[in-house]
């Protein structure tokens, strides 16, 4: 079936219902393009959750993910009580979607998205123990507490430790970090649910993480870096151990 925005003169545009495939990443296109086609403007309030999901034919999981994903991207603002207001003009031309990683294999995209990881996590680690605030730190312990009551009663904490970082991206005090992984999420939970079917996959960075808690604790941004890149080195060994 095909997407888009069928345009009946003057009423607002009506979405055309989505086929199932790829259906949160359909939804956030054909979104965009209804926010520019409506002709809404910075401060317009958008339909509401069950207009919808009624327009788009999908359930409300996924209208709140997408809005979710606008609302990491700085676009969108929901208030509670009065409904989720635009906070700046997007288009499908102009808003960022998710971007996708197509790898020849695990190992290839494992390390290809790695170096993304690398090249952001360790200035989000030097810049939150510049900038953390005592709500901050608390929010990282307890972040940090979760992941480690989870992986010691399971030997993973995937969804926990994702936590535990964005913690320290919101510590940086930098709102680009965290809409530059909310891009490439997509592509990083692909490849990074599990990956070679091996609970143990970098289970050896697990107290490396305490230790990076710590210096941004501190305000060490120095031992924050180093730290940090301790736990990517033990990623990327395994990486390459696991993939042999």
């Known amino acids: 079936m095909a997407l888009g925005v069928e345009n009946t ?7 055309a219902i989505l086929a199932p ?8 296109g054909v979104m965009a393009d209804y926010i ?6 910075r401060g317009d309030r958008l339909p509401t959750e069950r207009e919808l999901m009624v327009a ?9 993910e997408v809005i979710g994903r606008f609302q990491a991207l700085g676009v969108l603002e929901s208030r509670k009580g009065s409904g989720t207001y635009l906070l700046q003009p997007i288009s499908a031309a102009t808003v960022h979607m998710p971007l996708r990683l197509e790898a020849e294999n695990l190992r290839e995209a494992l390390l290809q998205t790695l170096e993304v990881r690398r090249g952001l996590e360790v200035e989000a680690s030097a810049w939150a123990a510049r ?3 005592a709500q901050d730190i608390q929010q990282i312990e307890e972040k940090l507490d979760a992941m480690e009551r989870v992986h010691l009663a399971k030997g ?16 940086a005090h930098n709102p680009l970090f965290r809409q530059l992984l909310e891009q490439m999420r997509e592509a990083f939970e692909r490849f990074w649910s599990k990956p070679f079917d091996r609970p143990d996959f970098a289970r050896r960075s697990f107290p490396y993480h305490r230790t990076l808690f710590a210096a941004i604790a501190e305000g060490d941004a120095e031992a924050a870096r180093q730290e940090t890149l301790k736990i990517l080195s033990v990623v990327e060994e395994d990486i390459k151990d696991m993939s042999q």
């Open 36 to 41: 520019e086609k409506a002709g809404l403007k």
């Open 56 to 64: 788009l034919g999908v359930g409300r999981s996924t209208v709140r």
């Open 21 to 28: 495939l790829d259906r949160v990443a359909q939804v956030s």
């Open 131 to 133: 900038r953390r605030t």
């Open 9 to 15: 003169g003057r009423d607002p545009p009506r979405l």
């Open 156 to 171: 993973t904490s995937g969804k926990e430790d994702l936590a535990f970082h964005l913690a320290i991206y919101d510590a």
